[in-house]
């Protein structure tokens, strides 16, 4: 492609055009300067997202977060520089109402440095206008699909007669590894299946990756893929063609009955003299002879640097602007209307709005009775979640085709299936899509939904990355993964989680609950749902635990503190403590009761969240675990690794040190050790260890 190509086609003005070149130098000019970066891609997309941007996104760049605006996803996170370029020209603000910007023109010279509001990849809740964290690949386009499923839930659900409060769209820009990523058939099969006509992807089919064409490992038909899963497919032949681009995404406002793609052939690093359509323009910056280059293709000032020409500014406040501003002014029209009209209504909406749970949404949580057979964990799970969502309306969630095995589906008739032709269910049928289900869950959260997803904990596996990026969003979402251990029995090892409870505990920001018993559960989800900045996961067990006599031991509200002294408290400095998690605490509670009868001044400490408890002053640390006490035994069907924290150096930790196996439960604690005998003889052995 030649420099003569790059001028605009017919139908694009000359303001706009500026308009789109400022985007393209921005970006050349940021990524130059850290000498780090991705230009190719805003490079090629600057006239589609600028289209979109400028005449057509309903959003209120003064007021960014207008509950009911279009989102706008990045999904190709690393073509960051493209969004800071639009959020700095469209003039967003940093806080609703606020005059300082959310991205400043220092901010992206700053681009890529520390602390700078510009970071590599854009950030959730690091810079305003950023919808959602993007980098992984796929992640971005998976989240839509939840963002869309809750704009169509909240259309339904908070209605003023036959006017929706929420009627936003759903806009995800995507690249070629985009596509490629699993998660991203699995995010756009559900969505071709619940027809969510409030979605639409633009894919950037540049057809470059970092190792060279893509007809190196993706020939595939991508818009058969996407007709074959229920979604209208539309081709812009040209990414310069801002006619065409504009016909597309009118074609998608016009249509009502499926998600949209629309595939956008691209130039990546369009402009760049000898980088532009090569791998060259993936990632790191052009070079200065390239940069010039580029400018002048533009018919841009060579040596000019972060330049915004006269009009740009103006042209964005007259376009996105003053449509975001009058769009706002109708919303909120209607607010006053609810307000008056419908007192209910207008609660409902101001406590899902401000983030709040309903007065008494715990009022229903069970206490459960004394019970030597007691319930499994999940069946407990299942009891509590019914009983909260009966008071919180904009809870909902499903499991990824686990439902009866994981207890979360919602029983009242109210709750209702979240279909094609009924976007205000609560109970989502996710299918067999474990990736995809934590994706959407957390594209749920971001628009406010108390969200969760639910299958067996060894499947965490699968939703690990989405899982990672609801922590590093602090979006309050949480799951609820059952089959907590080797416990499962006969499905065997691959069935039977032995590293996950580590792996979980690794993220940061993650509260990770196992919880003892039925008044554990209850307890855990009072924190879960009180939490507003963190993911929660909940271990479960697929087998009945007794439901502990709280009587004779201690109260299951030490649960929110992550551990407590559950028996044994009335010693101050005792002989030996033993540490359980979820069903191994019973074991630690067989082996208290024998040592005690022996006279041993022993101590039972159930810790159902390690996150929790290291969240709590060194006080109340200590109290429940005296560091003057060393003789200890750790006890959980997990991998022992981490737990030496609080065993310490000379405690014993019995756990699981290989995979499991294919046998009834009862066989394979034996041969695995968890027994109140093996726990009795460790403790024995500390003991002896002490006194010698």
């Known amino acids: 492609m030649s420099a003569a190509d790059t001028k605009p086609k017919a139908g694009t003005s000359e303001i706009d055009q500026r308009c789109i070149d400022t985007i393209r130098t921005l970006t050349i000019d940021a990524v130059q300067k850290a000498n780090s970066g991705h230009a190719g891609a805003p490079l090629g997309l600057a006239p589609v997202a600028f289209t979109l941007w400028?005449?057509?996104?309903r959003y209120d760049p003064a007021n960014p977060h207008w509950p009911n605006r279009d989102r706008f996803v990045l999904s190709v996170g690393h073509a960051s520089m493209l969004l800071y370029s639009l959020l700095h020209l469209a003039e967003v603000a940093e806080k609703d109402g606020a005059n300082a910007p959310a991205v400043s023109l220092e901010d992206i010279k700053t681009f890529r440095q520390l602390d700078s509001r510009t970071p590599g990849h854009p950030e959730y809740h690091f810079t305003t206008g950023v919808e959602v964290t993007t980098g992984p690949l796929g992640q971005g386009?998976?989240?839509?699909?939840?963002?869309?499923?809750?704009?169509?839930?909240?259309?339904?659900?908070?209605?003023?007669?036959?006017?929706?409060?929420?009627?936003?769209?759903?806009?995800?820009?995507?690249?070629?590894?985009?596509?490629?990523?699993?998660?991203?058939?699995?995010?756009?099969?559900?969505?071709?299946?619940?027809?969510?006509?409030?979605?639409?992807?633009?894919?950037d089919n540049n057809t470059i990756t970092i190792e060279g064409h893509t007809d190196l490992a993706f020939s595939e038909e991508v818009a058969a893929r996407f007709l074959a899963y229920g979604w209208q497919v539309l081709r812009v032949a040209d990414a310069n063609d801002t006619v065409a681009v504009s016909h597309a995404i009118e074609t998608f406002l016009q249509s009502g009955d499926r998600p949209t793609l629309i595939i956008v052939n691209s130039v990546i690093g369009y402009g760049a003299p000898t980088k532009q359509g090569t791998p060259k323009a993936h990632s790191d910056a052009l070079g200065t002879d390239e940069v010039k280059g580029a400018k002048r293709a533009y018919g841009w000032p060579e040596d000019a640097q972060f330049l915004v020409p006269d009009g740009v500014y103006d042209n964005f406040r007259n376009g996105i602007g003053a449509r975001g501003k009058a769009l706002r002014a109708e919303w909120l029209a209607l607010v006053e209307e609810v307000k008056a009209?419908?007192?209910?209504?207008?609660?409902?909406?101001?406590?899902?709005?401000?983030?709040d749970l309903p007065e008494g949404w715990d009022a229903d949580i069970p206490v459960f009775?004394?019970?030597?057979?007691?319930?499994?964990?999940?069946?407990?799970?299942?009891?509590?979640?019914?009983?909260?969502?009966?008071?919180?309306?904009?809870?909902?969630?499903?499991?990824?085709?686990?439902?009866?095995?994981?207890?979360?589906?919602?029983?009242?008739?109210?709750?209702?299936?979240?279909g094609p032709f009924t976007p205000g269910g609560r109970n989502i049928h996710f299918g067999v899509r474990e990736h995809a289900m934590g994706s959407i869950v957390n594209g749920l959260g971001l628009v406010g939904l108390r969200a969760y997803g639910a299958t067996f904990l060894v499947f965490s596996d699968y939703m690990r990355p989405a899982i990672r990026l609801a922590a590093l969003m602090e979006v309050p979402v949480f799951h609820v993964f059952?089959?907590?251990?080797?416990?499962?029995?006969?499905?065997?090892?691959?069935?039977?989680?032995?590293?996950?409870?580590?792996?979980?505990?690794?993220?940061?920001?993650?509260?990770?609950f196992r919880p003892a018993d039925a008044n554990e559960v209850a307890?855990?989800?009072?924190?879960?749902?009180?939490?507003?900045?963190?993911?929660?996961?909940?271990?479960?067990?697929?087998?009945?635990?007794?439901?502990?006599?709280?009587?004779?031991?201690?109260?299951a509200s030490g649960t929110a503190k992550g551990a407590y002294v559950l028996?044994?408290?009335?010693?101050?400095?005792?002989?030996?403590?033993?540490?359980?998690?979820?069903?191994?605490?019973?074991?630690?509670?067989?082996?208290?009761?024998?040592?005690?009868?022996?006279?041993?001044?022993?101590?039972?400490?159930s810790m159902p969240s390690w996150d929790l408890f290291e969240q709590q002053d060194e006080a109340y640390r200590n109290s429940v675990l005296p560091p003057e006490v060393t003789a200890r035994v750790a006890v959980e069907?997990?991998?022992?690794?981490?737990?030496?924290?609080?065993?310490?150096s000379t405690g014993t930790i019995l756990g699981m040190h290989t995979f499991g196996s294919s046998a009834p439960i009862k066989d394979l604690q034996t041969k695995f050790g968890f027994t109140p005998e093996k726990v009795l003889e460790a403790a024995r052995a500390q003991l002896a260890k002490k006194k010698g």
């Open 54 to 57: 400028n005449h057509y996104l």
């Open 567 to 605: 028996a044994g408290a009335d010693e101050a400095k005792p002989d030996v403590i033993l540490i359980g998690t979820g069903s191994e605490v019973q074991l630690c509670l067989g082996a208290y009761e024998t040592l005690t009868a022996d006279g041993v001044k022993a101590r039972v400490v």
């Open 369 to 418: 009775p004394t019970d030597a057979k007691g319930l499994a964990t999940r069946e407990s799970s299942g009891k509590v979640l019914n009983a909260i969502a009966n008071r919180v309306p904009w809870l909902l969630g499903g499991s990824a085709d686990l439902a009866p095995s994981n207890k979360t589906k919602l029983e009242s008739p109210e709750a209702g299936t979240l």
């Open 141 to 203: 386009v998976a989240n839509s699909v939840g963002m869309a499923m809750g704009g169509r839930f909240l259309g339904e659900r908070l209605a003023y007669g036959d006017r929706p409060l929420f009627d936003y769209n759903v806009y995800a820009m995507c690249s070629d590894g985009d596509l490629m990523e699993g998660v991203s058939a699995e995010a756009a099969s559900i969505a071709g299946h619940l027809r969510l006509s409030n979605l639409c992807w633009i894919y």
């Open 341 to 355: 009209g419908d007192a209910s209504l207008a609660k409902d909406l101001a406590t899902y709005l401000d983030g």
């Open 637 to 648: 069907q997990g991998s022992v690794i981490g737990w030496d924290r609080y065993a310490g």
């Open 523 to 555: 307890e855990a989800y009072r924190v879960i749902m009180q939490l507003k900045h963190q993911p929660a996961v909940l271990a479960l067990s697929r087998q009945p635990l007794p439901t502990v006599d709280r009587e004779k031991y201690a109260p």
């Open 482 to 512: 059952t089959h907590d251990s080797i416990g499962v029995g006969e499905d065997g090892p691959t069935h039977q989680p032995v590293e996950h409870l580590l792996a979980l505990r690794a993220i940061p920001g993650l509260v990770t």
